[in-house]
């Protein structure tokens, strides 16, 4: 039995109006074939928020509203870490208008 979401993932490619998720792009890949999202959390989170290039990834919202609705509990996703998607749930339960994005927790950081 697999896991179904609950919410298809939008078009994430560079087509799309609002651009290529960051992720998706090889540019963005600091480590030159290692996926930092599967290997450095840390690194995950700047290359989403833009502090590893100074620019936001332009999916960021989407990406942690479809994170948020599929209850992803591992990964980044929207910038955020499972631990901190997790406290804005808490947070605000069943108010999806409100799941936005957060700077990382210090805790998170750790
Ligand atoms: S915000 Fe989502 S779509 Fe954008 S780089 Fe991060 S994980 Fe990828």
Do not use: Y
Not at 23 to 33: E, F
Not at 103 to 109: A, F, L, R
């Amino acid at each position: 039995m697999g896991i179904r979401a609950s919410t298809a993932a939008p078009d994430w490619s560079p087509t799309h109006h609002r651009g290529e998720a960051k992720c998706r792009a090889p540019s963005m890949n600091p480590t030159r074939g290692r996926d930092v999202f599967f290997t450095d959390e840390q690194l995950a989170l700047a290359v989403c928020n833009g502090d590893f290039d100074g620019q936001v990834c332009p999916r960021r919202t989407e990406c942690l509203r479809v994170s948020m609705l599929n209850k992803e509990g591992f990964g980044i996703w929207g910038g955020m870490t499972s631990k901190d998607r997790l406290a804005l749930r808490m947070r605000h339960p069943g108010m999806p208008e409100r799941w936005t994005w957060h700077p990382p927790t210090e805790e998170s950081n750790t």
